[in-house]
């Protein structure tokens, strides 16, 4: 042997565990693997000469003495460790890369930066239309990966709808981990070629979806990790979901702000939001707040003055909606838009945490006032074509699986047409496509589960959010959790809550994630 071969193979054998597959790389990868090489050549050979032979009394000999031998090792050592990490960090970021590449159903992978994450990617995971039948077809599904430490906990963020950020999400800041960001079949860019089979959007297509994708990346690429699922508002409903039929994907899911209806309109919603604003509903006694006790009758004077004044409103959503290129077809015109507007008002009042204190009265302020609050409180592009087109996917959901709720106009029969009833949602429905029978088997089924069986299953809810009329109750089910900050809305999240509740939620959490 050589004393170069010998003590290459000594300095070189970290390097050469990591890189030896980058020669099956892109070119880059390549070179950069022949200039770790060239490096390591060069020191050894600056060391040890360029004798064929290698003889170790010969060697040492010529160092003259133990004080020389110790300045060669100490002007070369940090070069040896820079080349060290270097080739460490080089082989950790292909290495995920590598990985990703190696599963079948991955395509179109794209680098992005975006930070705390070292590595992060966008890529495509094909999936059947039809799990049930594979043979109908495919499309690709939007995924996202950020990538910290290979050994950090996965969370797996479950849109209910579309991506809509690739930053870093609550969990994935508190645990310092992991992130995979999944977006939910037939949204925005998960679509297939042909357009929505409506008849697969269903929660168990979806939690099949899920369920693929987090199996293919746990097994190849976090086969050791701990997995925390968790989505917001339809994604918690989602995380929801996908944890009642493949309860053994992640070790803990974590829900924020889902309601679980049981039916296409759960009663509890309208009797929830009739004790919202009012004495009934427990806030003075709770935070002493007298003006949210009388909340409930400010916004039903706010609505009853927008009737009444309906034609003053009316030409100014005319004009934004033409400013905006809005079309109201598909609700039955812009007037109709209008009123649903003011019917929607209090939903959207409490569902976003409005102020009280900031509705107007016809005293204080002028028409033009009164409609910018208006829409700013109740969006008139919630009831826009567009806007229905694009989230038709969450309607249909609603109107045959998840539920919704509707306007009761008993308060407000006087403005509105005399064959009038309850307003629900069915005008949303996609054109052509019979609405089916409300699936309330399904939902109580999964209600009963999480009464029963589910555990490691944390819920934050916000008190004041009028979907918490039909959040979980887990009933005497101690291996799932729920926290209720009861002044917040639907954008409650671990942050709002006091430092005792906090505390004791994240105890939870780090004692489940201990478990084996």
Same mark, same amino acid.
């Given at each position: 042997?050589?004393?170069?071969h ?22 880059f ?6 200039? *770790? ?17 290698f003889?170790?009394?010969a ?31 080089? %082989? ?9 590449? #190696?599963? !079948?159903?991955? %395509? ?19 999936? !059947? ?35 809509w ?25 998960s ?6 089979p ?11 979806? #899920? ?45 924020y702000?889902? !309601? ?12 929830f939001?009739? +004790? ?37 409103? *009316?030409? $100014?959503?005319?004009e934004?909606?033409?400013?905006k ?24 009042f ?28 109740s %969006?008139?592009d ?7 087109? +694009? ?37 949303? $429905? !996609? ?31 916000g ?12 009933k ?12 917040m ?28």
């Amino acid at each position: 042997m050589t004393k170069y071969h010998f003590v290459r193979q000594v300095f070189s054998c970290r390097v050469n565990s990591h890189i030896l597959f980058v020669k099956y790389k892109e070119n880059f990868a390549v070179v950069q693997y022949k200039m *770790l090489s060239y490096a390591y050549d060069s020191l050894l050979y600056g060391i040890l000469g360029d004798s064929n032979r290698f003889n170790m009394s010969a060697f040492f000999s010529n160092l003259q003495s133990k004080r020389k031998m110790l300045l060669i090792m100490k002007k070369y050592l940090s070069l040896f460790v820079i080349l060290y990490l270097f080739a460490g960090a080089v %082989s950790a970021d292909d290495r995920v890369l590598e990985k990703l590449r #190696q599963i !079948p159903q991955i %395509s179109d992978i794209q680098k992005l930066d975006v930070k705390p994450f070292e590595e992060y990617y966008q890529f495509w995971f094909e999936q !059947p239309i039809d799990h049930n039948n594979p043979s109908e077809g495919t499309f690709k599904q939007k995924v996202l990966l950020g990538h910290k430490k290979q050994d950090a906990p996965v969370i797996v963020e479950l849109e209910g709808y579309n991506i809509w950020s690739s930053e870093e999400g609550e969990l994935a800041n508190i645990l310092k981990g992991n992130q995979l960001t999944i977006e939910h079949r037939f949204f925005d860019q998960s679509v297939p070629e042909g357009g929505i089979p409506w008849e697969n959007l269903t929660i168990k297509q979806a939690a099949d979806d #899920q369920h693929e994708i987090i199996q293919a990346i746990r097994q190849k690429i976090y086969p050791a990790s701990k997995w925390i699922s968790t989505g917001i508002s339809k994604g918690g409903q989602t995380t929801i979901f996908h944890r009642y039929f493949y309860p053994a994907d992640v070790d803990i899911s974590v829900p924020y702000v889902a !309601p679980l209806n049981l039916e296409y309109v759960d009663p509890r919603l309208d009797k929830f939001l009739n +004790r919202l604003g009012t004495a009934k509903s427990g806030v003075k006694a709770l935070f002493n707040w007298e003006d949210l006790n009388t909340c409930h009758y400010t916004i039903r004077d706010f609505q009853t003055m927008c009737f009444e004044h309906l034609d003053t409103l *009316l030409p $100014m959503l005319e004009e934004l909606a033409a400013e905006k290129k809005y079309t109201y077809r598909m609700v039955g015109g812009t007037k109709r838009a209008l009123q649903l507007m003011i019917l929607e008002y209090p939903f959207a009042f409490w569902q976003w945490g409005n102020n009280c204190a900031d509705i107007p009265d016809q005293e204080s302020a002028d028409w033009e006032e009164i409609f910018e609050y208006l829409v700013k409180v109740s %969006s008139p592009d919630f009831f826009e074509d567009k806007y229905i087109v +694009r989230m038709q996917p969450f309607f249909y959901a609603a109107l045959t699986e998840i539920g919704m709720y509707d306007y009761k106009i008993k308060p407000f029969k006087k403005f509105l047409p005399e064959d009038d009833k309850d307003i629900d949602f069915s005008f949303t $429905m !996609p054109e052509g496509v019979e609405k089916k029978p409300f699936n309330d088997k399904q939902m109580k089924a999964i209600n009963e589960w999480l009464q029963t069986d589910a555990e490691r299953i944390l819920f934050v809810y916000g008190g004041s959010d009028p979907w918490y009329a039909t959040g979980v109750d887990l009933k005497k089910n101690g291996k799932c959790r729920k926290y209720v900050r009861g002044d917040m809305s639907h954008a409650c999240r671990i942050k709002d809550f006091d430092p005792v509740s906090k505390e004791d939620l994240l105890d939870t959490l780090n004692e489940w994630m201990q478990e084996k």
